[in-house]
């Protein structure tokens, strides 16, 4: 029995030494193999780890970084001084008595606002909005650079909100205009501004990406009296300073300026912004550059009513639609054209008319001004005719 239990005692013995040596022997196999993968990257320089993965390096620069490369040195910060009218109300202003010996204080008060720009030319021309810089006593435009000019108001039109500043330099760098209409929904979009006055900390452009949402977005005048018509809408945040900035699509070309947004309760961006479109934005350059402004004060000599089946069925209308003319002022536009009861107007330059209140929202509307001419669809006599009248200025 004692020499069972000896054996027994051994065996367990030597089991133990062989499982420690085989411990031992898996831990420093792996010690080897830990110590053979960290050697080369801890052979590598730093600055050149990322050669390990170098499709990480390439495509931090793409189509949206090479466009804010492009554009933004172009885009400017504006600081604005107005002088505003301020109206403190009479504590009697609804008792008519003690109004007259206590009327209402109107007081000047100097404030200060801010907006974005972009540079549109080499020579100093800069386009916004014209809320940015309505009523201002002085203009300053910071440049990317750093640079700081008083600017002076080349001209603007309100209707459109849009405004042409002017400063004195050479040899800056501008955005170049793209095709507006070309923008395709869903395609990138990016607003670069100055938003909330960051500009002038460090004289840098701040940048937000979107998508196009929408195109030919029409509001009707708002209570400033402002008509935007063909407006893009993009996702990309827009916020207090943003007006006037650019929105430049991935090739770095202006689409767009951004111009007013959409909020809950006074707050900010909620992705419903708004740009005029660079193909207007381009005929009002020219337009502003070369005479400082729109005249819109033309006149058309027209009097109309809208069609009903009666009037449909006695002039032998296709359809139920348009205005019928019912007088026209002798010398006028309207008579010069040859146009004469009982004409029905069907369209204006290609826009459908449905009734008069159509044919008053495309021409006193839109951006027609003295000098165009318009292109009307005229049923008479039982078939349809084009007419064209020249808008001539008012009085």
Same mark, same amino acid.
């Given at each position: 029995?004692?020499l ?5 005692i051994g065996a ?9 040596i085989?411990?031992?022997g898996v831990?420093q ?7 053979? $993968?960290?050697?080369?990257?801890? +052979?590598l320089p730093a600055?050149?780890v990322?050669l390990?993965?170098?499709?990480? @390096? !390439? ?9 804010v490369?492009?554009a933004?040195?172009?885009v400017?910060?504006i600081n604005?001084t107005q002088v505003r009218?301020?109206?403190?109300r009479?504590?009697?202003?609804d008792?008519p ?5 206590f009327?209402?204080?109107?007081y000047r008060q100097k ?6 720009g972009?540079?549109?030319s ?5 386009l916004t ?8 006593t ?5 440049t ?5 000019f008083?600017?002076q108001i080349?001209?603007?039109d309100?209707?459109s909100d849009v ?6 330099d050479?040899?800056f760098p501008?955005?170049?205009f793209?095709?507006?209409?070309? $923008?395709?929904?869903?395609?990138w +979009?990016?607003a670069?501004g100055?938003p909330?006055g960051l500009f002038?900390i460090? @004289? !840098?452009?701040s940048?937000s990406?979107?998508?196009v949402?929408?195109t030919d977005r029409?509001?009707e005048?708002?209570?400033?009296g402002?008509?935007y018509q ?5 996702d990309?945040a ?5 007006s006037?900035g650019?929105?430049?699509?991935a090739?770095?070309?202006l ?8 909020t809950?309760?006074g707050g900010?961006?909620i ?9 207007k934005l381009k ?10 402004g729109?005249?819109?004060d033309?006149?058309?000599g027209l009097?109309?009513q809208d069609?009903?089946?009666?009037i449909?069925?006695?002039?032998r209308?296709?359809e139920?639609?348009g205005?019928v003319?019912t ?11 040859g146009?004469?009861?009982?004409d029905v ?6 826009a459908?008319?449905?009734d008069?209140a159509?044919i ?6 839109s951006d027609?001004?003295?000098?165009d ?12 005719v084009?007419?064209?009248?020249k808008?001539?200025k008012?009085?």
């Amino acid at each position: 029995m004692r020499l069972i239990g000896n054996f027994i005692i051994g065996a367990l013995i030597g089991l133990g030494l062989a499982l420690l040596i085989w411990t031992v022997g898996v831990g420093q196999s792996r010690g080897h193999r830990a110590e053979t $993968a960290a050697a080369p990257t801890d +052979a590598l320089p730093a600055q050149d780890v990322h050669l390990l993965n170098p499709e990480v @390096s !390439q495509t931090r620069q793409n189509a949206i970084t090479r466009a804010v490369k492009d554009a933004s040195p172009a885009v400017v910060g504006i600081n604005v001084t107005q002088v505003r009218e301020i109206r403190a109300r009479s504590p009697f202003f609804d008792d008519p008595f003690f109004r007259q010996f206590f009327p209402d204080q109107i007081y000047r008060q100097k404030v200060e606002n801010l907006g974005s720009g972009f540079l549109i030319s080499p020579d100093g021309y800069v386009l916004t909005n014209e809320h940015v810089v309505q009523g201002a006593t002085e203009i300053v435009v910071t440049t990317s650079a750093g640079e700081k000019f008083t600017a002076q108001i080349t001209g603007f039109d309100y209707d459109s909100d849009v405004a042409l500043l002017k400063i004195e330099d050479s040899d800056f760098p501008y955005i170049r205009f793209g095709d507006s209409d070309s $923008a395709l929904i869903g395609e990138w +979009a990016i607003a670069i501004g100055n938003p909330f006055g960051l500009f002038a900390i460090h @004289s !840098q452009p701040s940048v937000s990406v979107g998508v196009v949402s929408a195109t030919d977005r029409d509001f009707e005048r708002n209570a400033e009296g402002k008509l935007y018509q063909d407006m893009i809408q993009t996702d990309a945040a827009i916020n207090r300073g943003n007006s006037g900035g650019p929105l430049v699509d991935a090739a770095g070309e202006l689409i767009g300026m951004n111009t007013m947004i959409f909020t809950e309760g006074g707050g900010g961006s909620i992705g419903l912004g708004f740009a005029i479109p660079s193909n207007k934005l381009k005929q009002l350059y020219d337009d502003l550059r070369q005479r400082g402004g729109l005249d819109r004060d033309f006149w058309i000599g027209l009097q109309v009513q809208d069609v009903n089946r009666v009037i449909a069925v006695s002039l032998r209308l296709p359809e139920l639609r348009g205005v019928v003319v019912t007088g026209v002022e002798k010398g006028s536009p309207t008579d010069k054209a040859g146009i004469q009861p009982p004409d029905v107007i069907l369209g204006v330059n290609d826009a459908p008319i449905r009734d008069s209140a159509d044919i008053n929202r495309i021409l006193r509307n839109s951006d027609l001004r003295v000098g165009d001419e318009v292109r009307l669809d005229v049923w008479r006599e039982g078939k349809g005719v084009k007419v064209s009248m020249k808008l001539e200025k008012k009085g």
